[in-house]
């Protein structure tokens, strides 16, 4: 059904690009007025041709030939000066457009929520911001501005012609309203089409990026041949579905390329019949056959234009369906300051949570409170919903009903910028960037110095790595950091969380790529760095569950007990089934 309705709509979506042009609409108006006048100049060609032919010619009069000719070698060089003067007047604007919204796109998916980028593929995204706004700029620099021009060079080319000669002009006119037809159905027929190579186009780009980035994993397993299978099948989908573009533009081209023919060949059979009658002079002829011919390139890209054009319509709505998601974790409309100086009191009130309306509740009434300076160990069973509970401090995503506060201020009551600034966030898996270490550490404060980040070094226990680089901070470590070992990656993640010294740490189990040695040292120079700091930190290992002043242990979305490690241990038998596994795993892992 939503494919049957888009090509009712294939030019609603370009109405949408108004705004990115409306800044520029005077040099664009300016470029197609100046390739309205490129045009006219080569239509005036043909009748300074016929004022030749049945002028000086005609009479035999050579001496009368010198200003029509250099009227038409004047006519030349002012068409191709024109057609100049459009490329220089649209360069600037069309990169403009392209540069703005490909800002937009890319904030707009940095405001998005965590669960967006869940559901979305990253080659889907990629090819909105790179193939799709390519091929909104090409509209705005050639197909819109042609697409205009072309359809009033033909009219103008017609009037022309009647203006010749009624007969000749009516020839051309005729053989031109099945083009008109053939294009209306190949315009609703190709947007489906298009549309759904770009789709395609996207999966692929999704595929090659997976298989780049997996390709350690790829390569250990000898999933190579398995990945480039999928490649391979994708690709030939994408293929057939080019190749039914292909044969959906070739039936146009073939018209388009045919029907102009006719049109000449019945000017000639109406023009030497009026010759022949003495109703019609040479000049008119050659002139009605040289304006036809000019027609051309108006009329054989009409198909190309309209081909480009719906394929434009595809690619905004495609850029359009990011913009459009909703960004549901937002600044309040009336934002609270943080408290000032922040304590780091960390407390859950009555939290719920589910991913989507209606789905079932990950969180369901969790009552916490970390008290400043505080270290509290967050335990549970794999899927309770640990993670969750840490990703809604620094509003990753918001809570479904339930308030969390720092200091008493809620959460959601703060701009977010102040907000991850008070909380910082290391997670389970480190992400680097393919940037120096310097950079690397420095996102968890924008205005980190180098001693503040050698001190975030030495604190996460990497400073003697790091210095052991071959130059040192200003060291790029690679795409994902795949360069390092995991500890080491895990220490710059940990190093990057502490540089801005935040009120409240939240740690989901970071230190899982640690030995236990290194671990401890980890938390004890947190504890003496980074004293009065508030600390939740998931576990998954019975070491740093000693490591913290109480542990909370979640269970059936809700917290079942919290208390020091020693308590819960010698009075709570979940919590001890709980440890055993974890002692397991730890057994495992070592």
Known sequence: MEEAEQPRSAYRS?????????????????????????????????????SILDGPIARGETTGLIWPVLGIALLGFAEAGLFYCRRKMLARPTTHIE????????????????????????????????????????????????????????????????????????????????LIAISTVFERKYKVVARLAQDQDGDLATTVEESALGIRVLKAFGRGPHLAAKFAKQAK?????ELHKVRISSLLWGAIVLLPEIGIAGQLLVGTSGIVNGTMTVGTLVAAVTVAAYLRWPTDSIGWLLAETNQTSAATDRYFEVL??????????????????????LRFDNVHFRHTEGGKEILRGVDLEVRPGETVALVGATGTGKTTLTALVPRLA????????????????????????????????????SASVRENVALGSTDATDEQVWEALRVAQADGFVTALPWGLDTRIGEQGLSLSGGQRQRLALARTIVGRPAVLVLDDPLSALDVHTEAEVERALREVLSGVTALVVAHRPSTVQLADRVAML?????????????LLAGNSAYRRLLSTLDESEEVRA
């Open 14 to 50: 370009l109405w949408r690009l108004g705004p990115y042009a409306r800044p520029w609409r005077r040099r664009l108006v300016l470029a197609i007025v100046a390739t309205i006048c490129a045009m006219a100049a080569g239509l005036t060609i043909p009748l300074m041709i016929q």
């Open 99 to 178: 540069a703005r919204m490909r800002h937009d796109i890319y904030a707009h998916l940095q405001r998005l929520p965590v669960s967006f980028h869940d559901r979305w593929q990253s080659g889907q995204l990629l090819s909105r911001a790179v193939t799709d706004l390519s091929t909104i700029r090409g509209f705005f620099a050639f197909v819109g501005v042609f697409l205009v021009v072309n359809s009033l060079t033909l009219v103008g080319g017609l009037v022309v012609l009647f203006s010749l000669d009624f007969w000749l002009g009516l020839t051309v006119l005729i053989s031109a309203l099945p």
């Open 237 to 241: 989908v994408l293929r057939g579905t």
């Open 324 to 345: 459009d998601e909703p960004v549901t974790v937002a600044d309040p409309a009336d934002p609270k300051p943080p408290a000032s100086p922040p304590r780091g009191l």
């Open 398 to 433: 918001d809570v479904t009903e339930g308030r969390i506060t720092i200091d008493g201020v809620n959460v959601a009551d703060m701009r977010l910028a102040d907000l991850r600034t008070l909380v910082s966030v290391a997670f389970e898996e480190p992400v680097l960037f």
């Open 555 to 567: 269970a059936d979305g809700r917290i079942a007990a919290v208390g020091t490690h020693s308590e």
